[in-house]
């Protein structure tokens, strides 16, 4: 997965990050924005961070439709075969059964990084929390 990062926006007023990630699937956008309150713990690179967290996870679904679309086609390919009873020889049947696997494995993959991409915020949030709480008490 090489992801470039093309453009990045904050705003130091309102808290808005925005991140914009490049691969050769295309362009995908991540946004974060700040509670007020949180306004002056806040920083460009929490802001980057969560968007590009988001952009990357555009990015994971994206792939994960991608695959599950080629898992159906060549599914859907086998069952007409089958169907048709269209002579089907060993090696191909084998070569078929191995792409079906593989993208099944791949479905899989990128639908568990999208999953865990989306707990990823969160749990971040819970981090942060602890971290801003320790220092206000000791403020």
């Known amino acids: 997965m090489e992801n470039k990062v093309i453009n990045e926006i ?5 808290g808005y990050s925005e ?10 956008t991540g946004t974060a924005q700040c509670h007020p309150n949180d306004l002056k713990s806040y920083s460009a690179y929490t802001g980057a961070r969560y968007a590009e967290i988001r952009a990357t996870c555009n990015y994971a679904k994206f792939r994960y439709n991608q ?11 086998k069952k007409q075969l089958l169907d048709n009873n269209i002579f089907i020889d060993k090696k191909i049947e084998r070569q078929l059964n191995l792409k079906i696997r593989d993208y099944t ?3 899989s993959d ?3 990084l999208y999953k865990y991409l989306n707990r990823r915020i969160p749990e971040l949030d819970k ?10 008490q000791n403020n």
């Not at 991140?19 to 995908?28: D, S």
């Not at 695959?67 to 159906?72: M, P, S």
């Not at 981090?127 to 206000?136: D, G, P, Y």
């Open 10 to 14: 904050y705003d130091k007023n309102t």
């Open 19 to 28: 991140v914009t990630i490049q691969n050769k699937y295309g362009r995908f």
């Open 127 to 136: 981090e942060r929390e602890k971290i801003l709480s320790r220092t206000k």
């Open 67 to 77: 695959e599950k679309i080629k898992l159906k086609a060549i599914k859907d390919f």
């Open 110 to 112: 990128w639908e568990n």
């Open 105 to 107: 494995q791949s479905t």
